[in-house]
């Protein structure tokens, strides 16, 4: 099976090189998806796109990859080859989806092809964060925390619970949970951990929901000699 990663468009559709295979509809071409939302797309929001090139009369099913709280939705294919407009339901939590048409060698010509649009639902968050300590010192039984920020563009996400996670050598061996301010900034200090030489880092976690998607950060390493 042929898999078309398809970048971001709007209204638009890519065509293969000159040298691809013939295909069933039109001879030379690959079927394509093209996505005629624009703007930002809200969680539960309706998205539109149409799928061309595919032998006509075949039913085309478009469905999201990593969730099925959304019904897929199939539409059957018009004498031009296309589709006609096909509008699916985004998921209910923010983040980034892939939207996706498997399409069989009957319908696409030599061989199954499927096809995928990468969809940004909500907002996503830019988290920046580092790792300070009271001490360079384990044995003065230093205080740790993490400080930094948290935006979408330059909008602040701000009074947003977020989690922290204390790591040495992968392994988590605290983890606390804090609140943005209303500059999107936090600082949240380690409590009741006795620490070791070593390296250490922190993951900052700001949990999907009906606004922004889910943003990981690890900030660089921390020595305690």
């Known amino acids: 099976m042929r898999k078309l990663i398809l970048a971001s468009l709007a209204v638009a559709s890519l065509a293969m090189p000159v040298s691809a295979p013939a295909f069933a509809y039109p001879a030379g071409q690959d079927p394509v998806i093209a996505f005629s939302t624009v703007g930002r797309i809200a969680p539960g929001d309706s998205v539109s796109i149409q799928i061309s090139r595919v032998k006509k009369d075949c039913a085309v099913t478009v469905e999201w990859a990593e969730t099925d709280e959304v019904p897929a939705v199939t539409k059957f294919v018009k004498s031009t080859g296309k589709t006609g407009v096909i509008t699916i339901a985004t998921p209910k939590t923010a983040g980034t989806y892939t939207l996706t048409s498997s399409i069989s060698k009957e319908c696409a010509g030599d061989s199954s092809v499927t096809l995928e649009k990468s969809v940004v639902v909500g907002k996503l968050a830019s988290i920046v964060g580092k790792i300070t300590s009271s001490s360079a010192f384990a044995a003065k039984n230093p205080v740790l925390a993490v400080t930094g920020t948290i935006k979408s563009g330059s909008v602040a996400v701000a009074n947003r619970s977020i989690v922290v996670k204390l790591k040495k050598g992968g392994e988590v061996i605290k983890t606390q949970s804090g609140t943005t301010n209303g500059s999107g900034g936090y600082t949240i200090a380690f409590s009741g ?12 976690e700001l949990s999907s929901g009906s606004l922004y998607g889910k943003t990981v950060k690890t900030t660089a390493p921390l020595n305690l000699h």
């Open 193 to 204: 951990v006795s620490y070791t030489v070593g390296a250490y880092t922190v993951d900052v």
